[in-house]
C-alpha cells in the first residue's frame, strides 16, 4: 500500500513538473531582432516585457533553428520583429507548434523595416507562411496614437488605446480570425484566433514593446509604459498560454495620482488610482518645494502628508515619484501645481 502511495505521489510530482516546465514563455533571437537600431530582446529593448511576464511564467530566450523539439518544451513562442527570414523547416515548425496546441505573439514593423539590408523585412518574412494560419501582414506604414478603437477580445480587457509608431496594418483572409484593435481608418492593427488546437496573436508593430533600454549608441523608445501597450502585450501572452483571457492592467499600470486635498494648512492628502505600499520617504519619494514634511501615513490608495511648517497663502509645487503599488510598479514623476488660501 505504502509502494503504490508513493509512485501515485511521484506521478503527481512529475505531471505537475511537467505542466510548470511547458508554462514557459520563449522569444526567438535568431532571425536578426538585434539588427539596425533594433534591440528586441529579453535583455535589450524588451527586457520590461520579459520581467513583467516572469511574474507568470518561466522566460527563455533562444537563437537556435526553431524545431517542433525545440518547441514542444513551451507553451507560447513570441517572434518579435525578425530581419532574417525563417527557412521552410522552421515555418512548417512553428505551423505545426500551433495546431497541436501551442500559442505564438507575431510582432511585425511597417514595410520595408529592412534593418540589415538583406532584402527582407518583417511583413515579408511573415507573410511566406502566416497566410496558412487566416491573415497576412499589409505592405503599408501606418502611425496612430491613441489607436482606441478596441473590439471586445480576450486579449483587450482593460486596454483602452495602445499606439502605433510606423507600423504595418492586418488583412483577415478566414473566420478563425478575428480584429481586436483597428486603427481610424477601419484597418486593423491587432488581431487574435484559432488554428487547430492553439492560438496566435498578431501586431503590426515592434515599437509599443519596447522599454528605451538596449545597445549603446542604439535609437531606442519607451513606448512599453504608453497606454496600455503593456496591457495588451501581457494579455495577448497569457491568453496564447493559458486560453483564459485576463485584465494585466492591475499588474503592470504604475500608480497615478489623481487628485490632491488641502486639508488644513498642515495637511495635505494625496490619492492615487491604485493601492500603494507603505514605504515613502519624504523629500525623495514625496515633497512640497519650500515644506518641510514631518509625517508620512499610507492606507489604501491614499497618501497623507503631515507638515512641519504650515501652509501660507500661496502657490505650492507637489513633486512625487517611485511610489510603489503593491506589485511593485513604481509611479512616475508627477509635478502638480496648487494654490492654498486660508480661511
Not at 538585434?34 to 520579459?50: C, E, H, K, P, R
Not at 488610482?273 to 515633497?287: A, L, Q, R, T, Y
Request: proline share 5%; net charge positive; aromatic share 12%.
Amino acid at each position: 500500500m505504502y509502494k503504490r502511495s508513493l509512485i501515485v505521489v511521484l506521478i503527481l510530482l512529475i505531471l505537475t513538473i511537467t505542466v510548470v516546465l511547458a508554462a514557459g514563455v520563449l522569444f526567438d533571437a535568431g532571425h536578426a531582432q538585434t539588427a539596425g537600431n533594433a534591440d528586441w530582446t529579453i535583455n535589450g529593448a524588451y527586457s520590461d516585457f520579459a520581467q513583467t511576464l516572469k511574474r507568470f511564467f518561466s522566460v527563455e530566450q533562444t537563437s537556435n533553428f526553431l524545431t517542433t523539439k525545440l518547441l514542444n518544451k513551451y507553451s507560447v513562442l513570441v517572434i518579435p520583429e525578425p530581419n532574417d527570414p525563417f527557412s521552410i523547416e522552421e515555418q512548417r515548425a512553428i505551423l505545426q507548434f500551433i495546431r497541436d496546441g501551442g500559442g505564438v505573439f507575431f510582432i511585425a514593423d511597417h514595410v520595408n523595416s529592412d534593418r540589415n539590408g538583406n532584402g527582407w523585412d518583417a511583413v515579408s518574412i511573415f507573410d511566406e507562411f502566416v497566410e496558412k494560419l487566416g491573415f497576412q501582414f499589409e505592405r503599408d506604414t501606418r502611425s496612430e496614437y491613441p489607436a482606441e478603437y478596441v473590439e471586445p477580445s480576450p486579449i483587450t480587457q482593460g486596454v483602452k488605446k495602445v499606439g502605433e509608431w510606423a507600423g504595418c496594418t492586418i488583412k483577415i483572409l478566414r473566420k478563425n480570425v478575428k480584429p481586436a484593435i483597428r486603427l481610424y481608418t477601419g484597418q486593423i492593427y491587432v488581431a487574435y484566433g484559432r488554428y487547430g488546437k492553439g492560438r496566435f496573436v498578431a501586431i503590426g508593430d515592434s515599437s509599443p514593446f519596447d522599454d528605451g533600454t538596449g545597445t549603446p549608441g542604439k535609437e531606442l523608445y519607451d513606448g512599453w509604459q504608453t497606454g496600455d501597450d503593456s496591457v495588451i502585450a501581457i494579455n495577448s501572452v497569457y491568453w496564447l498560454a493559458t486560453g483564459k483571457a485576463t485584465n494585466s492592467s492591475v499588474y503592470v499600470i504604475p500608480p497615478r495620482m489623481v487628485k490632491v486635498d488641502v486639508v488644513s494648512s498642515n495637511k495635505v492628502v494625496i490619492y492615487f488610482d491604485k493601492e500603494i505600499k507603505p514605504f515613502v520617504i519624504p523629500g525623495f519619494n514625496v515633497s512640497i518645494l519650500r515644506v518641510k514634511i514631518k509625517k508620512v501615513s499610507v492606507k489604501g490608495k491614499a497618501l497623507t502628508l503631515i507638515l512641519r511648517n504650515p501652509l501660507k497663502n500661496g502657490n505650492y509645487v507637489l513633486i512625487t515619484r517611485d511610489i510603489f503599488d503593491l506589485y511593485g510598479n513604481p509611479s512616475p514623476m508627477t509635478v502638480i501645481h496648487f494654490k492654498y488660501r486660508g480661511k
